[in-house]
């Protein structure tokens, strides 16, 4: 029986392309840090910490902590004035980039179904951002006033997808085992596959045109599918 459904956040409940998005961030974020460092030096920095984070197998290192022990020695900044400056980003510029997504009409019926169904829910994002910018874009999906299980954030998260570790470590905040739980998501290597791997149930949104092209492991459907499925009480069936 399903306990837990884990949603995905980015071109899941919410249209953000990050492919899209990235540029404009960095280049927000390089702007405010260009006192400090070059805009071009800075991605860079970002990008060899944010593999360290990724590759990170040490289970009392948070992602966080994995993160900021490999960029702050590459910065060679004071840490109290980076954080600030970081802090006033994510707090001024990032929701500015707001226009780079855009809402998903069926989000907010399937969080509130599930919630009205009475199922656990876990904002389950690959923790590679600060809790803020998260919050962030629960607000543009326009469900960050839903009480959820559990966010994972950088923060409090000690993997990343598409690591298994990352799904294993969600159950046992949760303290349920793997057939309790469903990943709905878009990415089949970040979302599917290493669910499954550690036994969920999975939901694989896809667009309308790939619909059915593509052999998937578990269910697969559009947003809207998804969310039909779920009202009609399909989690039930698990």
Not at 77 to 84: D, F, I, L, N, Y
């Amino acid at each position: 029986m399903i306990r837990a459904v884990l949603l995905d956040l980015d071109d899941t409940l919410l249209d953000n392309d990050m492919e899209r998005f990235l540029p404009p961030y960095f280049t927000a974020l390089g702007r405010r840090m260009a006192r400090l460092v070059a805009p071009d030096d800075l991605v860079r920095m970002l990008l060899a910490s944010t593999r360290v984070m990724m590759h990170n197998q040490d289970p009392t290192i948070t992602n966080q902590q994995a993160f900021d022990a490999d960029f702050f020695p590459r910065l060679g900044q004071p840490e109290s004035e980076v954080r600030a400056i970081i802090h006033s980003f994510y707090e001024e510029d990032f929701p500015t980039l707001k226009r780079y997504t855009r809402r998903r009409p069926q989000a907010r019926p399937l969080v509130q179904t599930l919630f009205d169904q009475g199922y656990e829910v876990v904002i389950a994002t690959n923790p590679m951002f600060p809790r803020r910018a998260i919050e962030h874009r629960l607000d543009w999906a326009g469900v960050l006033d839903f009480p959820f299980k559990l966010v994972t954030s950088y923060e409090n998260s000690h993997f990343c997808k598409p690591n298994p570790r990352y799904y294993q470590e969600i159950l046992s905040k949760l303290k349920r085992r793997p057939e309790e739980a469903i990943m709905v998501g878009d990415d089949l290597g970040n979302d599917i596959e290493p669910a499954v791997q550690v036994g969920l149930h999975t939901y694989w949104i896809v667009d309308a045109d790939g619909a059915g092209l593509f052999p998937s492991p578990g269910l697969q459907g559009t947003l809207a599918d998804c969310l039909a499925w779920v009202q009609a009480g399909g989690l039930r069936d698990l």
